[in-house]
């Protein structure tokens, strides 16, 4: 099994310097890097400092310039807010900069404050129909002379220009939960990224049997699925206890901001109450500590080894938490320390 960091910069605070933040990435992209994970992930947001990713090309040159070996994944840009022939170019330059590294993870989107503000009166349904349109253009337009005529674009022959340093371009992945989602990355010789969210055991098992149906009717090679999972190594049961409250609030936000019903000024959200977080008890720490990969070492070794099992390819650690970044650092040097090594 592969291991892979996902990261950005998050901001929970008003005090927090963003300068800082984005050393912290940096940070945490030089212990991936030192500890032998594969890649790192980020992503692409909007008006949202939950998560700071406007471009997450620019995050990653940005990264390359302080890694040595680490893949650079774009986990995963928002295909309708990008033209493909935009797209394509960009994620061709990224890899012409850093030679040869870029990882091009592509989905749908999922927060309707970012539709309502970069392509008002868009849902995920058509959302998802322009990713659908839009990905498999891409390896057309890095080969070269594409020309298209669909429901969402059309455009006459072009070329990226630059065009990739890797032969075929990027690998792609497809952010996937529905067996259509599955069938349709699967069928296109995509990867596929899947998350479980906060939903547990059952949750990662159906993702895999989605994939594994897919795969069955697909003639072609098997891609690879990776998981990525919110994931916190303790130093012991208080610091995990510690750890699942905090992902507790994080993931009580995460709901408030895709319901998009609270105020935002700023870029922050209204703060949620010591009342409203308690209130929530599907994201309860109990809840955090059954269906997260949180624990101390061995529990956290024991979790992954069942992913393995399913058939997982690669395990995503899934660092945003609102926990300092003392607490996210220390978490994964025990991560790249202690629980990697029982994998190799």
């Not at 699942?244 to 609270?262: D, H, T, V």
Request: charge should be negative; proline fraction near 6%.
């Amino acid at each position: 099994m592969d291991f892979s960091l996902f990261a950005h910069m998050e901001r929970i605070r008003p005090d927090q310097e963003q300068r800082t933040l984005r050393e912290d990435l940096i940070t945490l992209a030089k212990m991936a890097d030192d500890g032998g994970m594969r890649a790192i992930w980020t992503g692409e947001h909007h008006g949202m400092d939950f998560t700071i990713a406007p471009n997450p090309f620019l995050s990653l040159v940005d990264l390359s310039y302080h890694t040595k070996n680490l893949r650079l994944g774009t986990g995963t840009v928002i295909a309708p807010f990008w033209h493909p022939i935009k797209l394509a170019g960009e994620a061709a330059s990224a890899d012409l900069i850093t030679n040869g590294r870029i990882e091009l993870g592509i989905a749908r989107g999922a927060y309707s404050y970012e539709y309502e503000r970069l392509m008002p009166g868009m849902d995920a349904w058509d959302a998802g129909q322009r990713m659908r349109e839009s990905a498999p253009l891409l390896r057309q337009l890095w080969a070269g002379d594409c020309a298209h005529e669909g429901t969402y674009y059309q455009f006459p022959a072009t070329t990226s220009a630059p065009k990739p340093v890797q032969p075929e371009g990027p690998p792609i992945w497809i952010a996937a939960r529905d067996a259509n989602s599955h069938a349709f990355g699967v069928d296109n010789g995509f990867n596929i990224q899947v998350t479980p969210l906060w939903q547990g055991m059952a949750e990662i098992e159906s993702l895999m049997d989605k994939f594994n149906q897919a795969c069955a009717a697909y003639n072609g090679p098997r891609p690879k699925i990776m998981l990525l999972h919110h994931t916190y190594v303790g130093a012991d049961s208080d610091d995990v206890a510690q750890a699942a409250r905090e992902l507790s609030e994080f993931y009580c936000y995460f709901g408030a901001w895709f319901q998009n019903k609270r105020p935002v000024s700023q870029g922050l959200i209204k703060n949620l109450s010591e009342e409203e977080i308690a209130a929530n008890t599907m994201m309860s720490p109990e809840n955090m500590l059954r269906d997260l990969t949180i624990g101390t070492t061995q529990e956290v070794i024991d979790q992954i080894k069942r992913y393995e099992d399913l058939g997982y390819d690669e395990f995503a650690f899934w660092i945003d938490s609102g926990m300092s970044s003392e607490r996210k650092r220390a978490s994964l040097a025990r991560f790249i320390d202690d629980v990697m090594p029982a994998f190799t």
